[in-house]
């Protein structure tokens, strides 16, 4: 079959885009730490206050060390409306809401959630730089959806 030399350079040139753009998105991917949202577990947004970890948001130290930050994102606040935490240790956030969808997005670090009713949304970052960290909702929840947000104070490591 004969293609054109012009149409062969353009199909070669979309070929090469294509792949730059895939190795881009990988790059960006592993350099980062992004990753697709994955964790698919279910809770009844209708009695996250009655119990359960959800009734009393914060930070949880298990046994072994590892910190767990539970946080409930609702009409327009997170609770705890402030988190301390170490410097240089993993974190895992858990993040559900009560009433609507709400988003949860620690600014500068690869956390980015949609916090859903209905689902627990889960990511786990280290902040190496100790500061003021702030958290804001990043999905349009009402009329206070700009006055949503919050702050993780980081203090370096004794
Ligand atoms: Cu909560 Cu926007």
């Known amino acids: 079959m004969e293609i054109d030399r012009y149409e062969r350079y353009w199909i070669w040139a979309a070929t090469g885009m294509l792949a730059l753009f895939l190795g881009a998105i990988v790059l960006t991917a592993v350099?980062?730490?992004?990753?697709p949202p994955s964790h698919v577990e279910t809770i009844n947004p209708e009695t996250l206050t009655v119990g359960g970890e959800f009734a009393s948001p914060g930070v949880v130290t298990a046994p072994d060390g590892s910190l767990t930050v539970v946080v409930?994102?609702?009409?327009?606040?997170?609770?705890?409306?402030?988190?301390?935490?170490?410097?240089?240790?993993?974190v895992r956030f858990r993040v559900t809401s009560p009433d609507v969808l709400h988003g949860f997005q620690i600014v500068g670090t690869n956390v980015n959630l949609t916090v859903a009713p209905g689902y627990v949304s889960e990511a786990t970052t280290t902040f190496t730089e100790p500061g003021e960290y702030l958290v804001v909702c990043n999905e349009y929840c009402g009329l206070g959806h700009h006055n949503m947000y919050s702050t993780i104070v980081v203090e370096a490591a004794p």
């Open 31 to 35: 350099s980062g730490g992004a990753h």
């Open 72 to 90: 409930r994102a609702e009409f327009y606040v997170f609770r705890p409306d402030v988190v301390r935490l170490p410097a240089g240790r993993p």
